[in-house]
Structure formats: structure tokens, C-alpha cells
């Protein structure tokens, strides 16, 4: 789970069938969208803090996500489980 830095409204969180949830914290009761990125696991998702944008760790593929849900980039060139860190650096 993360909260996302660009718009206080928004978390994400990720469950272990590859599901990403987007959620509405301003709504009430919260809303979410939910968005399948994999088979398996998400295993690490972390907010951009100046972009509307999420790194999502499933398997060996980082998935790059703006904030309604969209994949706009992915790599699967790992030879290994992606997960242990992920960061966003400001330019």
C-alpha cells in the first residue's frame, strides 16, 4: 500500500491474484478501481512523489501506471522476482 504524494485523495494497494486498487479516499464509503496487471502476486507498489504515476512490482515485470490505471510502460527484462525496492527519484 501507498499513498500517492500528487493527490492526497488517492492509495494504491496490490493483492496477491495481480489486482492494483486505485482508491478514492474522498468518497464515502471509499471507492476503488481495481486493474489486473499479472498472474500472480503484485508485490510492491510505490507513488511518485510529484507525479501521478506507480511502480508496480508482479513477478519479474515493473509495470509503470499513471493514476487511473493505465499501464504506460513495463520491463520484463529481470531475471528475477521484482519487489525488494522500488523509487522514484525528482528531476
Known amino acids: 500500500m501507498d499513498f500517492v504524494p500528487s493527490n492526497p485523495e488517492l ?3 496490490g ?3 495481480g489486482l ?3 482508491w478514492t479516499m474522498s468518497q464515502q464509503p471509499p471507492s ?3 486493474h489486473k ?3 500472480n502476486a503484485v508485490k510492491l507498489v510505490r507513488s511518485s512523489p510529484n507525479r501521478p504515476l506507480v511502480a508496480v512490482a508482479v513477478d519479474n515485470i515493473l509495470y509503470i501506471v499513471d493514476t487511473s490505471g493505465t499501464a504506460i510502460a513495463s520491463s520484463n ?3 528475477r522476482s521484482v519487489g525488494l525496492s522500488v ?3 525528482r528531476v
Open 20 to 22: 492494483l486498487y486505485i
Open 15 to 17: 493483492d496477491a491474484d
Open 87 to 89: 523509487a522514484f527519484f
Open 11 to 13: 492509495f494504491v494497494s
Open 77 to 79: 527484462t529481470h531475471s
Open 32 to 34: 476503488y478501481s481495481k
Open 37 to 39: 496487471l499479472g498472474g
